[in-house]
């Protein structure tokens, strides 16, 4: 392979023909050829979904069930390489790389940086699931067929106490901590390393560069590409559609307002107007007020949680399960379950996340490459990937604690456990509000302002999503037009819709979720692709020359 392809900084320009992007019509500032195909595939999944949601959930939970059986091992492997080698890249010799020209500086505060890519990487994920996920790691019923907390049962802790607590929350920790946030850091570093530092468009793509060169613009960039987009409107719009179960849930307690479809269908097109709005107004106003107005409000509504609930029990329960995760850390991450009823349930939980993380890699990675020009390496690896982690285990804390000293307290009868039980995620949020605050009129308002995070949250996932698929789409450009960004925003808006009146929201999400094997391959090539970079970089070979040169006669 020529130099060139090693270091495309120094190409030169390309011929403008390898980007073809319309200059006129509807579909300008877009490849065309790209735009229309991601758009037919999306009609064809839509349509084959919509119109037998039952064939489409067997043939998406088939080909789930298949992958997660058969590259379970694969999955996790994946993830703790890539794990590793964000350690190694932080502790390495090119962390003062700045993501960019050498002279570059960080467009935005550091504050606003972390507040942006907080609320796209998580945001509403924590809150849906936050009080769920360890009540569901807490129970013993085994209700779906599998132990609810096979580490637990390991360990020796099998009924409701304290210990089984700890592990509940060490376990959720596990599967929202650093092993996840490690793809979204090596996805994004790959895109913003390539495509500030090496001149290169913002999209996957690009991270190929080092492998095959300039035909990264032919078919395989293409794919790459399509694949990403494929992945951002499907996640998001899957998230949309089952996410507003909740707000509508905590309309129906805040107003008495029927929570059915027809409110849902309302909140995914209020949602995906505002979130259209915010796109169009761009990153430095729009998407960057709405993340920012998330953590404030995000802040207050921990604090209630916290200082309502048992403040004393929690931050000792902070101490032993954060103990509990990082003693264990390893151990969780390598675990290959023998017996048929923990295998089971790795499949549907960890393996399941793993995919899950994979799946939304492409989107979170390219949002968190555009808002971090300019950093330098180590300070976007230690940051993107330590201080997420942090807040989410601060969060998971909280918010989870508060529901286990409930269920705790009442012996197992505080009735959360048996909502979730019931697979009534939604409700279980509220239910831990109304065991929180006694008066009524106090119990609103934390119900209320936990609704509207819950929206504002998923318009800051909407538009980061749309900002991304027109990014791609436009081959790089982090400023895409306008049309091209109310036509995405619409179309989540649209598939997410579609889906919730036909039932087809879960078989897609398992679409989605199947669709992380393909990126997980991608993803490998793109971590490779910019540690082969790197390596190469004249600066890290001129050292590396320098040190050769420096060890005695007689000791090399």
């Not at 990487?121 to 779906?144: H, R």
């Not at 909740?246 to 949602?271: K, M, S, V, Y």
């Not at 109304?434 to 934390?446: I, N, Q, S």
Request: hydrophobic content about 55%; overall charge neutral.
């Amino acid at each position: 392979m020529s130099d060139h392809h090693d270091d495309p900084s120094q190409a030169g320009p390309l011929n403008p023909a390898a980007l073809p992007i319309q200059q006129q019509g509807l579909l300008k500032g877009a490849h065309r050829g790209m735009t229309l195909t991601a758009a037919a595939i999306i009609l064809a999944f839509v349509l084959f979904t919509a119109f037998d949601t039952s064939l489409a959930g067997t043939v998406f939970g088939s080909a789930r069930a298949w992958i997660e059986s058969t590259f379970s091992a694969y999955y996790i492997i994946t993830l703790v390489f890539l794990i590793a080698v964000c350690f190694g890249l932080m502790l390495s010799p090119f962390g003062k790389i700045r993501l960019g020209d050498d002279d570059s500086r960080p467009e935005f505060s550091t504050f606003a940086w972390i507040a942006m890519l907080f609320s796209a990487g998580i945001g509403i994920g924590i809150l849906f699931f936050g009080v769920a996920e360890p009540l569901f790691y807490l129970d013993t019923s085994a209700a779906f067929g599998y132990p609810n907390n096979p580490y637990a049962d390991l360990a020796g802790a099998t009924a409701l106490g304290h210990e089984r607590a700890v592990s509940a929350l060490a376990v959720t920790y596990f599967h929202w901590g650093l092993h996840g946030w490690a793809v979204y850091v090596l996805v994004g570093l790959s895109l913003a390393y390539f495509a500030y530092r090496k001149k290169l468009p913002l999209a996957l793509r690009s991270a190929l560069y080092p492998f095959i060169g300039e035909r990264i613009y032919g078919p395989i960039g293409h794919l790459v590409d399509i694949l990403a987009v494929f992945g951002a409107v499907f996640g998001v719009a899957t998230s949309l559609g089952l996410g507003v179960s909740q707000i509508a849930t905590g309309l129906e307690r805040l107003f008495g307002i029927d929570p059915g479809n027809p409110t849902q269908l309302a909140l995914i097109a209020l949602i995906s107007a505002l979130s259209i709005l915010s796109a169009v107004s761009g990153v430095g106003r729009g998407i960057k007020l709405l993340s920012q107005w998330n953590i404030i409000m995000s802040v207050l509504l921990l604090g209630v949680f916290l200082f309502a609930g048992p403040t004393n029990w929690l931050l000792g329960m902070f101490g032993d399960s954060l103990g509990h995760y990082l003693g264990n850390f390893v151990q969780m991450g390598l675990w290959f379950p023998e017996e048929p009823g923990p295998s089971q349930w790795q499949g549907d939980w960890t393996i399941f996340y793993w995919g899950w993380w994979l799946a939304w890699a492409p989107f979170v990675g390219l949002f968190i490459a555009r808002i971090s020009k300019g950093r330098t390496l180590r300070e976007y690896m230690v940051c993107v990937m330590v201080i997420p982690t942090a807040i989410i285990i601060g969060w998971l804390c909280v918010f989870g604690g508060v529901a286990l000293h409930q269920e705790l307290t009442a012996g197992g009868e505080a009735g959360l456990i048996t909502l979730v039980q019931n697979w009534n995620l939604p409700a279980a949020l509220y239910g831990t509000i109304d065991g929180l605050v006694a008066t009524p009129w106090l119990a609103w308002a934390v119900s209320a302002l936990a609704t509207l995070l819950l929206g504002s949250w998923f318009i800051t996932s909407s538009d980061s999503g749309t900002l991304v698929i027109t990014t791609i789409l436009s081959l790089g450009n982090d400023e895409p037009s306008r049309p091209m960004r109310i036509f995405w925003g619409a179309v989540i808006g649209a598939v997410a819709a579609v889906l919730l009146l036909a039932g087809g929201l879960g078989a897609l999400q398992t679409a989605s979720i199947a669709a992380a094997l393909p990126l997980s391959v991608v993803i490998i090539l793109m971590t490779l692709g910019v540690l082969k970079s790197l390596i190469q970089n004249p600066a890290a070979v001129r050292r590396r020359r320098r040190a050769a040169q420096a060890v005695p006669a007689g000791r090399g």
